[in-house]
């Protein structure tokens, strides 16, 4: 009998959170060995027709896609008491609402179905020879894909459903075409370029990239972004990981990986784990402030003036070259007889509703002599006004040098716009460059795991300021490098004695790194695999010393650990009580 198969298409982006939890008389999170095998090489084989037939990049494969394809196989199968071919399950869902349901949180909806099993290269061949499912395979709208196979054991009654989507937070790595393994080290990579997305929250075009086997980067340097190159894997047989960072014109940051086996004995019950995935959370490593109390954190949120809503409301405006803004370029707000105002606006940010959070605008005037306001903000939090904070000449500490002024706010939604609204009110030009948005400052906590909003963490990088509420610090990345232990509390007595040896141990380390600050009583050196850490506390009186000591690679990156020594006039050694049972 003839196998048929069906396309679907329905188009849906998802940008919150909402999490909807299935009711499974099935678990999709388990798979046979050799029908794992069998989603692996359909994913494979489907990437090289990509390739051959349309010159497509390959796509990457996805564990909440293939979660999504394999509960809907097997619902094709043992839900129904007739042979069944379609896309529409037996709880009414079509493909869209199936990956939100195991949680997608990218577009999705198009969908290939085989109705009965096959073998891999049979269904892509299957699938190029019916226009509907060929479009779906080869559509260059697509950037994950989620395989799913269930057979029945009892009368080999099988489906076959194949999932696509494109989450516009994720730009991945692909090594070889997804395929499973590969006898030669030298392997071909395709990096998605970041899809350029709307809103404050979007993410802007890559503009370099740096390539490792290791999450650290180890001995890893920036070049030029591009979709295409090679990588060289570590010799021997096994499961290699490639690693790739992007970082654009402002320096937000993303990294992603892709994993093969190298070898010819792959074991086909560990591929699951080589899936791209998504995490709700993300942990931080390395913060650390000697003076400031609080911190908080930006997920590259960032607008300036290129944005499209940026625009001159009334006065005398313009866009203008500036070496000295982030991406070389400002709105400047003209002297003129009459006040100059521009602003720049959100449609229904649903990410930041109800989050407290704090806006820093970069700004600089020409003159910073005047005692009386020369520039003012106020921000829209969807119905709520925040401001305007008002500035004065004299509030610049220097005259055509760009300085960051906060102002907390939150977006309600009460209105569905968030709107950030500048003026010029003085006689001398104001420069706007760009705002950052970050969240409320909160205690330090060294590590410290964040829920990332819209709940879709996919590798992005994260931005740390630190602030007493008054003072804040510019922004940096955190460089989320494992360290064990991520900070360190020490006990020690008055009087003279040896410095106190520590170890902190981490994969990543390597001898070449330098100490890039310590305090008087702490020191440490880098060797291969760990920081011997040396504190000193001849000298110092009782009391508790906060510290911290920071290693810096060759490229720039850094690692921080926390160190807090309590000295106390005498140390009392007890004893417990020896119990034998």
Same mark, same amino acid.
């Given at each position: 009998?003839?196998?048929?198969?069906?396309?679907?298409?329905?188009?849906?982006?998802?940008?919150?959170?909402?999490?909807?939890?299935?009711?499974?008389?099935?678990?999709?999170?388990?798979?046979?060995? #050799?029908?794992?095998?069998?989603?692996?090489?359909?994913?494979?084989?489907?990437?090289?027709?990509?390739?051959?037939?349309?010159?497509?990049?390959?796509?990457?494969?996805?564990?909440?896609? +293939?979660?999504?394809?394999?509960?809907?196989?097997?619902?094709?199968?043992?839900?129904?008491?007739?042979?069944?071919?379609? *896309?529409?399950?037996?709880?009414?869902?079509?493909?869209?609402?199936?990956?939100?349901?195991?949680?997608?949180?990218?577009?999705?909806?198009? @969908?290939?179905?085989?109705?009965?099993?096959?073998?891999?290269?049979? =269904?892509?061949?299957?699938?190029?020879?019916?226009?509907?499912?060929?479009?779906?395979?080869?559509? &260059?709208?697509?950037?994950?894909?989620?395989?799913?196979?269930?057979?029945?054991?009892?009368?080999?009654?099988?489906?076959?459903?194949?999932?696509?989507?494109?989450?516009?937070?994720?730009?991945?790595?692909?090594? @070889?075409?997804?395929?499973?393994? +590969?006898?030669?080290?030298?392997? #071909?990579?395709?990096?998605?370029?970041?899809?350029?997305?709307?809103?404050?929250?979007?993410?802007?075009?890559?503009?370099?990239?740096?390539?490792?086997?290791?999450?650290?980067?180890?001995?890893?340097?920036?070049?030029?972004?591009?979709?295409?190159?090679?990588?060289?894997?570590?010799?021997?047989?096994?499961?290699?990981?490639?690693?790739?960072?992007?970082?654009? =014109? !402002?320096?937000?940051?993303?990294?992603? #990986?892709?994993?093969?086996?190298? $070898?010819?004995?792959?074991?086909?019950? @560990?591929?699951?784990? +080589?899936?791209?995935?998504?995490?709700?959370?993300?942990?931080?490593? $390395?913060?650390? *402030?000697?003076?400031?109390?609080?911190?908080?954190?930006?997920?590259?949120?960032?607008?300036?003036?290129?944005?499209?809503?940026?625009?001159?409301?009334?006065? %005398?405006?313009?866009?203008?070259?500036?070496? %000295?803004?982030?991406?070389?370029?400002?709105?400047?707000?003209?002297?003129?007889?009459? @006040?100059?105002?521009?602003?720049?606006?959100? !449609?229904?940010?649903?990410?930041?509703?109800?989050?407290?959070?704090? =806006?820093?605008?970069?700004?600089?005037?020409?003159?910073?002599?005047?005692?009386?306001?020369?520039?003012?903000?106020?921000?829209?939090?969807?119905?709520?006004?925040?401001? &305007?904070?008002?500035?004065?000449?004299?509030?610049?500490?220097? =005259?055509?040098?760009?300085?960051?002024?906060?102002? &907390?706010?939150?977006?309600?939604?009460?209105?569905?716009?968030?709107?950030?609204?500048?003026?010029?009110?003085?006689?001398?030009?104001?420069?706007?460059?760009?705002?950052?948005?970050?969240?409320?400052?909160?205690?330090?906590?060294?590590?410290?795991?964040?829920?990332?909003?819209?709940?879709?963490?996919?590798?992005?990088?994260?931005?740390?300021?630190?602030?007493?509420?008054?003072?804040?610090?510019?922004?940096?990345?955190?460089?989320?490098?494992?360290?064990?232990?991520?900070?360190?509390?020490?006990?020690?007595?008055?009087?003279?004695?040896?410095?106190?040896?520590?170890?902190?141990?981490?994969?990543?380390?390597?001898?070449?790194?330098?100490?890039?600050?310590?305090?008087?009583?702490?020191?440490?050196?880098?060797?291969?695999?760990?920081?011997?850490?040396?504190?000193?506390?001849?000298?110092?009186?009782?009391?508790?010393?906060?510290?911290?000591?920071?290693?810096? +690679?060759?490229?720039?990156?850094?690692?921080?650990? &926390?160190?807090?020594?309590?000295?106390?006039?005498?140390?009392?050694?007890?004893?417990?009580?020896?119990?034998?049972?």
């Amino acid at each position: 009998m003839r196998k048929r198969f069906f396309t679907h298409w329905i188009s849906l982006f998802v940008l919150g959170c909402l999490t909807i939890a299935p009711v499974l008389a099935f678990d999709p999170t388990t798979q046979t060995p #050799s029908l794992l095998l069998d989603e692996a090489h359909a994913v494979y084989y489907g990437n090289v027709a990509r390739l051959r037939q349309a010159g497509q990049p390959p796509l990457r494969w996805n564990r909440q896609l +293939t979660h999504a394809a394999r509960w809907f196989a097997w619902d094709s199968v043992e839900n129904r008491p007739t042979p069944y071919c379609g *896309h529409q399950d037996t709880n009414g869902e079509w493909p869209d609402a199936r990956a939100l349901r195991f949680g997608y949180r990218g577009s999705s909806g198009a @969908e290939n179905a085989y109705c009965g099993y096959m073998q891999p290269q049979a =269904a892509i061949n299957g699938w190029l020879n019916s226009p509907g499912h060929r479009a779906n395979l080869l559509s &260059p709208g697509h950037r994950e894909i989620g395989l799913g196979y269930y057979r029945r054991t009892s009368d080999g009654r099988g489906y076959i459903a194949q999932m696509f989507g494109n989450d516009a937070a994720y730009a991945p790595v692909i090594v @070889e075409y997804e395929a499973v393994a +590969t006898l030669n080290p030298d392997v #071909s990579l395709y990096i998605y370029q970041v899809a350029e997305t709307g809103g404050f929250i979007g993410r802007r075009p890559a503009t370099a990239m740096m390539i490792a086997d290791n999450p650290c980067f180890v001995n890893a340097n920036w070049q030029p972004f591009t979709n295409e190159t090679r990588f060289r894997l570590a010799d021997g047989e096994g499961w290699r990981t490639v690693y790739v960072k992007t970082r654009d =014109a !402002y320096g937000a940051t993303a990294v992603v #990986s892709d994993t093969i086996y190298l $070898g010819a004995n792959v074991p086909v019950n @560990e591929l699951a784990a +080589t899936m791209s995935d998504r995490q709700e959370t993300v942990t931080l490593t $390395g913060l650390y *402030h000697p003076t400031l109390p609080q911190m908080q954190f930006s997920f590259g949120w960032l607008v300036d003036e290129n944005y499209s809503t940026f625009q001159l409301l009334w006065g %005398a405006g313009e866009r203008v070259t500036d070496p %000295a803004a982030w991406d070389g370029g400002a709105f400047r707000l003209q002297s003129a007889s009459l @006040e100059s105002s521009a602003w720049v606006y959100d !449609y229904d940010p649903v990410v930041f509703k109800d989050i407290p959070l704090v =806006a820093y605008v970069r700004l600089k005037v020409a003159s910073n002599s005047s005692p009386n306001e020369v520039a003012r903000f106020s921000i829209n939090g969807g119905g709520v006004v925040y401001g &305007p904070l008002q500035l004065r000449g004299v509030d610049f500490a220097a =005259a055509n040098q760009y300085q960051e002024f906060a102002l &907390p706010f939150t977006y309600h939604g009460n209105e569905p716009f968030l709107i950030f609204q500048f003026w010029r009110s003085g006689s001398t030009d104001v420069f706007i460059d760009a705002v950052t948005i970050f969240t409320a400052p909160q205690p330090i906590v060294n590590p410290v795991t964040l829920a990332v909003p819209g709940g879709n963490y996919r590798g992005q990088g994260v931005w740390v300021r630190y602030t007493d509420g008054t003072i804040f610090t510019p922004f940096r990345e955190v460089m989320n490098i494992p360290v064990q232990p991520a900070s360190i509390v020490a006990l020690a007595q008055v009087a003279a004695m040896p410095p106190m040896p520590l170890i902190v141990t981490s994969p990543c380390v390597r001898a070449n790194w330098q100490v890039l600050q310590t305090e008087p009583w702490l020191g440490g050196v880098a060797d291969d695999g760990i920081m011997r850490l040396s504190i000193n506390h001849n000298g110092l009186t009782a009391g508790t010393y906060n510290g911290a000591i920071t290693f810096v +690679t060759p490229n720039e990156m850094q690692v921080t650990i &926390p160190v807090t020594l309590h000295v106390v006039e005498q140390l009392f050694v007890t004893y417990t009580p020896l119990v034998l049972r």
